[in-house]
């Protein structure tokens, strides 16, 4: 067998005889001609006979190494004018349109970057991390599905931290499918109005349809014919959206779903609670320096975690410290013990009617004790009560999409160095979205 016959079957590539084959040094080039006479636009699907000029040089892509040596593929291509995205080089069937590497490298890139961290990405297959951010983008832009936004009846909206200096990103989870399915930059009202956005696009109102006015938007008001008409179609679909007590998201998902409930999930409330317990902890702890208590240190040592942690996953030193601080009662075991009393509320199994009566119950202790991080508390959860036992009530809450976001966090620190919200965006979705990413040997 010849070589070149031999590295046109090794090489596999699609729509292409191999011509030529030359062995550096470092690298192992192969020079191969398209098979196709028509001129395809890179862009879009029109094809045409006419050749514009020819490229003065090869094109080069970085292909799957063979063995320790790096595989270039190079070719001499055409350039063709389309009607729409004007002259450009032709596309090829075995690259995406705009790529320096084929696309069985670009899906072992996308892979890897998915699986493992940035140093071994970079090591493997030999290219700088910018490159890689480059990669995953083209390949996360050719495998979403577009569909991905159809039938969504339980989502969860939250936003998570991916670089310094509240640099967010929002994130839409799919309750039933358990996976990312739209993400984008920033946090807030703005975000999920995208969101919606591209859930419905919005369409050019013509004569005789009906305008949704402010008030109507803002209210959620169901029984307005203009109301009803400015629902989209999607948006309308969707029963429940969890979140936590953001009024950015609150406030869109009232106007551009006014008809889905809307879940504030109680681990933010019992956060909150943590919160709170914290501060009472802080103002005693501040009290007493200022008495100039010389044995506060040594009494209330590791407090704070033992305050703050679960009573049943205590160590046995922090058992005793336990046991010290429930002797000593005061403003601090007060509201320790008002912070166990939320999350026994939504820990055990209870009904959504015994969820009702012991929320109101601990809004009113709240509001008795005196204590202004809990009285704050106590109206914060007032506020949010329908949106609280309605999580309790339908069972949606973020607890899958803390778990993804808990996910997305060690995916941002595995990535840093990407420079833009689209490459970690992009990498979020090939990770924790519905892309069911291949290695070259396992595509047909």
Not at 150 to 175: A, C, F, M
Not at 408 to 436: E, Q, S
Request: with cysteine; net charge positive.
């Amino acid at each position: 067998m010849r070589v070149n016959a031999a590295f046109c079957r090794l090489l596999d590539l699609e729509g292409v005889w191999v011509r030529g084959v030359a062995f550096d040094p470092d690298r192992v080039v192969v020079r191969v001609a398209l098979r196709r006479r028509r001129l395809i636009c890179g862009h879009c699907a029109f094809s045409t006979r006419r050749i514009e000029n020819t490229q003065a040089h090869e094109s080069v892509w970085r292909h799957l190494d063979l063995g320790v040596w790096r595989l270039e593929v190079r070719a001499t291509l055409r350039r063709v004018r389309c009607p729409v995205h004007g002259v450009h080089v032709e596309g090829v069937p075995f690259a995406r349109h705009g790529a320096r590497a084929t696309a069985d490298f670009e899906d072992l890139v996308a892979w890897l970057a998915a699986k493992t961290d940035r140093t071994a990405v970079c090591r493997l297959v030999r290219v700088d991390w910018e490159t890689v951010g480059r990669i995953i983008e083209r390949v996360c832009l050719e495998k979403l599905d577009p569909g991905r936004l159809d039938g969504l009846y339980e989502i969860g909206i939250d936003e998570v931290s991916w670089r310094k200096q509240h640099r967010y990103l929002t994130l839409v989870v799919d309750h039933q499918r358990g996976c990312v399915v739209w993400g984008t930059a920033g946090a807030g009202a703005a975000a999920a109005d995208r969101f919606f956005a591209e859930l419905d696009p919005p369409k050019p109102a013509g004569p005789g349809v009906p305008r949704l006015p402010e008030q109507l938007a803002i209210t959620g008001v169901r029984d307005e014919p203009a109301a009803l008409a400015a629902i989209g179609e999607r948006a309308g679909k969707v029963r429940a959206i969890s979140m936590d007590m953001n009024a950015g998201y609150a406030l869109s998902a009232r106007e551009h779903a006014p008809n889905a409930v809307r879940c504030v999930d109680p681990f933010h409330v019992v956060a909150l609670a943590t919160k709170a317990l914290d501060e009472v902890r802080r103002s005693y702890w501040n009290e007493l320096r200022a008495r100039d208590d010389q044995h506060a240190a040594k009494r209330f040592k590791d407090a704070r975690w033992v305050l703050l942690k679960n009573p049943e996953n205590l160590s046995e030193k922090q058992a005793h410290t336990h046991a010290r601080l429930r002797d000593a009662g005061g403003d601090v075991w007060h509201a320790y013990t008002l912070k166990e009393a939320l999350r026994s509320i939504f820990a055990a199994d209870l009904t959504i009617e015994d969820v009702e009566i012991l929320t109101d119950e601990f809004i009113a202790s709240a509001t008795q004790s005196g204590l202004q991080p809990f009285v704050r508390l106590a109206a914060t959860i007032q506020r949010h009560r329908d949106g609280i036992l309605a999580a309790v009530r339908l069972g949606v809450n973020n607890a899958r999409v803390e778990a993804l976001n808990n996910k997305v966090r060690l995916i941002t620190r595995r990535a840093y160095g990407f420079h833009t919200a689209r490459a970690a965006l992009a990498l979020v979705h090939l990770a924790c979205g519905p892309i069911d990413l291949t290695l070259p040997y396992e595509q047909a």
